[in-house]
Structure formats: C-alpha cells, structure tokens
C-alpha cells in the first residue's frame, strides 16, 4: 500500500495501481478480499466516489468483482491477467528507454550483455 | 431528500456594485463539492443565497424546482456554517442544544462525540472559547445537524492542522453513513483536494468552472523540453504559463490533449497539473 | 408532532426579553423604595406624569415609576429584537415571517407580563399604605393603557431599528421622525402633557375611553404591517 498519493495523475487510477501493484506483488491473491472503500477513505482522507471509480475500472477491466452486501474480491486469473498485461507492456515502458540511454550513451551491445551476464536468474 | 440544487440566472448587485452576474449553476444534491475562489469573488454571496441570507436581485435559487427563499421546509434542511466570533454568555453545550431546536435530524450523540474528539468543553461559556475551540463548535454544530444541504464556509480557520485532520476525517466519515450535500468553500485547495468530487471556481461573480474534478483536471498539462519542440507542440493551445530555464521550457497548456497528441510528445515530459496550479491560472486578482 | 417555528422563536425571545425586564423591574423597584424611604426623611417628593383620567396623589405610586420607566426600556428592547434576533434566527434556518410572528407574540406576551407584574406590584403598595383614592375603573383602565403603551413603545423602537437597517443613515433618521409623531399621537390619545397642542387632536377627555384604545389598536397594526413590510426581504449578513 502506498503511503499517500501524489499529483501525477487523477487519484482513483492511483488506487486501481495500487490494488494492481498488491496482486503483481502477491500481496494479495485471487479470491482475496481488497481494502474496503470506507478503510480507503480513512487511511487517505478522499473522496469516497474517487475509490469507487477506482474500483470500477478494476471491475472493467476485469481484475476485481463485487460480492454484494460483503465487498470487493480479487478475480480469478487476475494475477495471470496482470502478470500479462505487465509483461507486454514491460518492452515499451523497460527495454525501450534502456535502449536509448544506452545508444545516448553510446554504449555497444556486448557492453549491455556483460551487464546482463553478471545478474543471476 | 432533494435532487438538485440550481441557480436561474442569479444576479446580486449590492449598492450599486455587481457583486454576482447572470449565474446559472446547477448541482446534483449528496456529493462533496469544494467552491474556489480568490477573495471577493463572490464565494460567500453566493452561498448566502442558497441559505436564504438574502434574496437576489434577479433570478432565484431553487431545490427540485422550488424556491429557496423564505421556503420554510427548505431553510431547515440547509446550513450555513461561518466561522464567526459568537459573543454568546451560554455554556456550549446548552447553546448547542438550542440549535438542535432549530434542526430536525440533530443528532445529540454524534455531537457529544464530536465535542470528546474536538476536545470541547461542554461547560464554558461560548463568548470565552479560543479560536480553535470557536471553530470546533462550529463544526460540532454544521456536522450534528445532518441538514440536507451543508456549507462550510472556511470553517476551519481558526483550527491547527491536526483539528483540521479530525474535521476531514468526520466530514468524510458521517457523509458516508449519511449521504447529504456538502460544500467546501476553502482556500487551502491543495489540502483539501482529495475530498472533492465536484469543482465550482468562481471568479469576479461568474462561474467559471462547474464539473466533476477529475474532468477538469485532466484538462491541465504541463509540458517540459526543449524550447523549441515545447513551442512547436503548444502552437494554438491555450498556455496559462510558461516558464524558461536554460533551454529547456515548461509550459502550462489547458485543454484536452488527444491520444495522437500525446504520441506525438515523444521527447518531451507531459505531467498533470495540480487543482491548485490550474485554479490559480483561470481566475484573475481582486480588481 | 411538530412544533411552529414561530411559536419556539416566540417563547425564546420571550424568556431572552423577559429575563431583562426582570432585571429592569428590579432595579427600578429598588430606586422606588429608596426614594421613598429618601423623601419621607428629607420631606421632597418626586412626581412621574401620569394620564389626566387619573387621581390627584397617583403620580408617587410604584405602578407610575414603572409605567413611564417601562415606556424607554420597552423601546429599547423593540430596537435590540431586530438585528441580533433576525440573524441568529434565519442563520438557524428560521423565516423572516416567523421571526416576526415569533417577535409579535412575545411583545404581546411582554406587554400583560410587565403589566400583570406591576399591577401586583401596585396592590401590595395600595394594600400596605392604602392611600391612593382611584376607582377600580380608573386603575383597570390604567392597565390597559400601560400595556398598550408597552406594546406601541416596542413596536416603534422595532420599527426604528427595522428602518436603520440596511438603508441609509438619511433614511433611518426619517424613520425616528415618523417613530415620534406616533408616539406623540397615542400619547396625545390618553391625554397626556404634550410640547405641542395639535397632537391632542382626540384625547380620551372628549371621547370615550373605547373609541381611545380602538384607536391604538389602529396605531398597532399599521406599525406591525410596516414592520413586516420592511423585514419581509430583508439581508442578514453572513
């Protein structure tokens, strides 16, 4: 969970990030309960029509559901659907912006490489 | 209890000044609205008329469609909370409980929770409370009367961070369990920001902006780059500012950025705008 | 069931109001009885106007002390029930209208309180030292005017302070002018000492004493339906 929430970008996307971010991480699995619009409330001070538009797009695009009378829930699959998402994104938002750091830096293939090589799996 | 508040073409002149101008607002009713502007706007006019303080010189303010001036079941449901200085010799509690007179859904409970949490002595006189414990009662008084309508005008003034922490908390919390209409009127926008769920600038009696915050905001991008490509991205979009470092330029564009707009910003840093930044950009000094 | 709003703006002004005029009862009664006490030992005596209806000997008694003392105090108290009152009430979510039916009821329910109290206050003097030789007529129709008095007192200094608010200070000087030909005007009607003559147009010498008190009912209401015109829209200050 995050400590609080910044500027950059509209505060109910922070929250579906931040649900997201805790299922990637496996703080929270498939089947879990998520943190209640009223604890999210306390804990941050906002809105509480900015949580549920938080979790709106999570239910759009599938991630959580609604239990009614009981709460929010992780959906099944949703790891594998993020794991996903994260990995087709991962070329564009890592690899790309290290390739051109890189040829900003005019650093040569084997170069990058040897970087690699030296991390264990 | 209601569905909408709405001002007709609301105009109030004040001996011989404008002081609001052909105002037509229209608010859903149980959502948090924070009201902007810069001091003698014509923020508190504004919700003089909505709490039937005065009537406008034209137009009318209206609840589903009726008038709120002297409506008698409407001026109960609505409260207007200043954070004035009460020179009243009652004990605060006995004060407090002839307010409740006034208002139907007092909740007597909640208030003497609220004054344990505001930490409000319950039997002092009024006239001799300090700022912040002036403050606090106010709050104690607009929260407990669960009115329909809920305006607190700068009702934190006089109260320390950690009180204004409590008050939040309490706003958000009872606005919960009862849903009701409240409006912030506040200057500390940034502090408050997070509660919003619409947006009312007004700026010299007009309104200038009445929307759903995130709507708004996501109207407001700063660019930053080199100064050439900023200038070529930001040709015939509206810049409130722009500022220069070396060569490199921020400029503050407002306006709906399409997706093929954004794609074509490669190279240069597009970040959102603070509420506070874009309010203070769209409104214009006291003249 | 609900109660009126007017109705709980009435009984508040009422116990607001009242609690001053117990006050103002007792201090008065106090400089009563020190005067008398004061006069008995130095052989002065002090004399209050009285309605020319009355006995010789009625101006020393504790009912005339009151009634001309009461006239200013109630005045007083008619101008202090409009600003104050008028914001505390619409601020809680109170009309103008039952803020002024609420003022109407209490002035009225001032006016017999304030006169009950100094008619009880007159028969403990009379039943004590029993040397005031008016008829039960002459004192019952003595009541009745000092109520009525008290009733048109506060109305005007209401009306006064009506007319001051939100106008200007040109405006509000008018009102006091207006304010004090009423006052001379019902004065006149109960045939009291007036500067100037004219304001004995009808006095309660030539005509009978219904004709008199139909006539301050007359005053009464126009100064109630001016009171309500000038407050029916009035701005109270945030």
Known sequence: MRLTFDDTKPIFQQIAEMIEDDIVNGVLKDGDQIPSTNQLVAHYKINPATILKGFNQLVDSGIVYKKRGVGMFVADGAFEMLRNRRISQFQQQYIEPLIAEAKKLGMTKEEIQKMFDSYER | ?287 | MKTKKSFVVGTSMFQVIGGWTIWFMAIVLAIYIGSVVFSNFTGNSFEMSVPSFMEEGSETSIAALLGDSGRIFFLVCGILSMGPFLQYFVSMGVTRKAYFKGNVMSVFLLAVTFTGLTAILYGIEHFIFGNFTNSFEQMALYFLKLALDIIVFYLVGWFIAAGFHSMNLYRGVGFILIAIVVIFIHSGLWGEDLPLAIFNIISVESYSAVIIVLLNVIIIGALVYSIRQLTKNMTVKA
């Open chain 2, 1 to 287: 209890m209601y569905n909408v508040i709405q001002f007709e073409d609301v105009s109030l002149q004040l001996k011989n000044k404008q002081i609001l101008k052909n105002i037509s607002l229209s608010l859903e009713t149980n959502k948090i609205y924070g009201l902007l502007g810069r001091n003698g706007a014509g923020k508190t006019s504004l919700l003089s008329l909505l709490a039937s303080f005065a009537q406008a010189t034209s137009g009318r303010v209206a609840i589903d469609g009726v008038s709120v001036f002297e409506n008698e079941n409407l001026m109960e449901n609505i409260i207007f909370i200043r954070d004035i200085k009460l020179d009243e010799s009652e004990k605060v509690w006995k004060y407090i409980k002839q307010t409740a007179a006034f208002r139907p859904n007092f909740d007597e409970d909640y208030a003497k929770a609220l004054m344990q949490r505001f930490r409000l002595p319950e039997d002092v006189a009024v006239s001799s409370l300090s700022r912040g414990m002036m403050s606090a009662m106010h709050v104690v008084i607009g929260l407990a009367s669960r009115c329909a309508i809920t305006i607190f005008d700068e009702a934190y003034l006089g109260m320390d961070a950690p009180a204004r922490v409590k008050f939040y908390e309490e706003v958000l919390n009872d606005y919960m369990e009862h849903p009701r209409t409240i409006i912030l009127s506040t200057h500390l926008i940034s502090e408050m920001e997070s509660m919003f769920e619409g947006v009312i600038i007004i700026d010299q009696g007009e309104i200038v902006i009445n929307e759903d915050l995130d709507t708004f905001t996501s109207r407001g991008v700063s660019v930053t780059g080199p100064i050439e490509e900023v200038d070529a991205f930001t040709i015939g979009k509206t810049v409130l500012k722009e500022q220069v470092l070396g060569n490199t330029k921020q400029a503050m564009v407002y306006g709906q950025l399409s997706e093929e707009e954004k794609q074509r910003a490669n190279g240069l840093q597009l970040a959102q705008i603070t509420l506070q930044e874009l309010f203070i950009h769209l409104t214009k000094e006291e003249s």
